[in-house]
Nanobody
Framework: QVQLVESGGGLVQAGGSLRLSCAAS????????MGWFRQAPGKEREFVAA????????YYADSVKGRFTISRDNAKNMVYLQMNSLEPEDTAVYYC?????????????????WGQGTQVTVSS
């Protein structure tokens, strides 16, 4: 069992930045590939970014590529999402998720553990 807790969300103006954090506890953190997803009101949950177990490989949704950066610190059991040049369309609840396996995945169905989410609101 892995417990995930997100933090760092908030209200920011368009063009601003936020850094989300995800703290993992429970089982050893390093065997899990990690991902960030988001869900806007009235929309389905969608993939944002993923990182493999070592942190050397990452994958991004086209909508955030070049603006967001996912990273991890296995020694601290932490995953981060640095979000720059934020747009009102980025407004959503952001979720951290963990999956077993070595490969990256954009499919939410492949992630076993989920956090409770943190709200990000970008004003225009």
């Amino acid at each position: 069992q892995v417990q995930l807790v997100e933090s760092g969300g908030g209200l920011v103006q368009a063009g601003g930045s936020l850094r989300l954090s995800c703290a993992a506890s429970g089982r050893t953190f390093s065997p899990y590939a990690m991902g960030w997803f988001r869900q806007a009101p009235g929309k389905e949950r969608e993939f944002v970014a993923a990182i493999n177990r070592s942190g050397l490989s990452t994958y991004y949704a086209d909508s955030v590529k070049g603006r967001f950066t996912i990273s991890r610190d296995n020694a601290k059991n932490m995953v981060y999402l640095q979000m720059n040049s934020l747009e009102p369309e980025d407004t959503a609840v952001y979720y951290c998720a963990a999956r077993s396996g070595t490969s990256l995945s954009y499919s939410l169905h492949e992630y076993r553990y989920w956090g409770q989410g943190t709200q990000v609101t970008v004003s225009s």
